[in-house]
């Protein structure tokens, strides 16, 4: 069984679409977060949840719109997509909101053209 | 501040040991990590110290942990093919509200030549 999974796993749009990615983990894991991986291998995080609440949330524009309907799944949203959101999207999950131990998923690759 | 760094490539001969440095700036951290990611997939996590100790072994693994230079070394005995990856050095970081964030290096693409 996958513990974190995400999908799609590749997603190509065009410029000002709007488009979602799904994660969901199964090691009942309190934290989630989402991590913006660029071309260059750069690795920032984005948001963390805890227990379905906002804990974390960078300088990321508003157009990303994280939403965690239960403990097991993350969401991101992200509205008129521009060139730049091009990046692989990870998810990741730990047991608690210190993240001693962060396990991630596979990622999403987004293409926007 | 928030930074960590890491030399970006490191390649060696099969069979050597591989070591990869990092170093990082904010002296609260209290986790410091190693994440490897094979080509097209995500994160793994390795292995991690906590601050207050020197040293990790882990199999052919050994961590060590310098913390007056803020230096973290990741030392791979006997280096295989399958070791090729990108190696990420993180620190965990306290934030407001005791919410913590996990600061990535750029990565090390390690490279094994025959």
Same mark, same amino acid.
């Given at each position: 069984?996958?513990?974190?999974?995400?999908?799609? @796993?590749?997603?190509?749009?065009?410029? *000002?679409?709007?488009?979602?990615?799904?994660?969901?983990?199964?090691? *009942?894991?309190?934290?989630?977060?989402?991590? @913006?991986?660029?071309?260059?291998?750069?690795?920032?995080?984005?948001?963390?949840?805890?227990?379905?609440?906002?804990?974390?949330?960078?300088?990321?524009?508003?157009?990303?719109?994280?939403?965690?309907?239960? @403990?097991?799944? $993350?969401? $991101?949203?992200?509205?008129?997509?521009?060139?730049?959101?091009?990046?692989?999207?990870?998810?990741?999950?730990?047991?608690?909101?210190? *993240?001693?131990?962060?396990?991630?998923?596979? *990622?999403?690759? $987004?293409?926007?053209? | 501040?928030?930074?960590?760094?890491?030399?970006?490539?490191?390649?060696?001969?099969?069979?050597?040991?591989?070591?990869?440095?990092?170093?990082?700036?904010?002296?609260?951290?209290?986790?410091?990590?190693?994440?490897?990611?094979?080509?097209?997939?995500?994160?793994?996590?390795?292995?991690?110290?906590?601050?207050?100790?020197?040293?990790?072994?882990?199999?052919?693994?050994?961590?060590?942990?310098?913390?007056?230079?803020?230096?973290?070394?990741?030392?791979?005995?006997?280096?295989?093919?399958?070791?090729?990856?990108?190696?990420?050095?993180?620190?965990?970081?306290?934030?407001?509200?005791?919410?913590?964030?996990?600061?990535?290096?750029?990565?090390?693409?390690?490279?094994?030549?025959?």
């Amino acid at each position: 069984d996958t513990a974190v999974s995400q999908t799609p @796993k590749y997603l190509v749009t065009q410029m *000002g679409n709007d488009k979602s990615i799904k994660c969901e983990q199964n090691l *009942g894991h309190d934290t989630m977060y989402w991590y @913006k991986q660029d071309s260059k291998k750069f690795l920032k995080i984005m948001f963390s949840y805890n227990n379905k609440e906002l804990i974390i949330n960078e300088t990321v524009p508003n157009r990303f719109s994280p939403k965690s309907p239960d @403990k097991a799944h $993350l969401n $991101l949203h992200i509205n008129s997509l521009e060139l730049g959101d091009s990046a692989v999207y990870f998810c990741a999950s730990s047991q608690d909101f210190r *993240g001693d131990e962060q396990y991630f998923g596979p *990622g999403t690759r $987004l293409t926007v053209t | 501040g928030e930074d960590v760094e890491q030399s970006l490539f490191l390649s060696v001969r099969e069979g050597d040991s591989s070591v990869i440095n990092c170093t990082y700036t904010d002296s609260s951290s209290t986790y410091l990590y190693w994440y490897k990611q094979e080509p097209g997939a995500g994160l793994q996590l390795l292995t991690y110290i906590f601050s207050n100790m020197d040293m990790k072994q882990d199999q052919r693994l050994t961590v060590l942990l310098n913390k007056k230079d803020k230096h973290l070394s990741l030392r791979i005995a006997d280096t295989q093919t399958g070791d090729s990856a990108i190696y990420f050095c993180a620190e965990r970081l306290l934030g407001y509200s005791s919410a913590s964030k996990i600061i990535f290096g750029s990565g090390t693409r390690l490279s094994i030549r025959p």
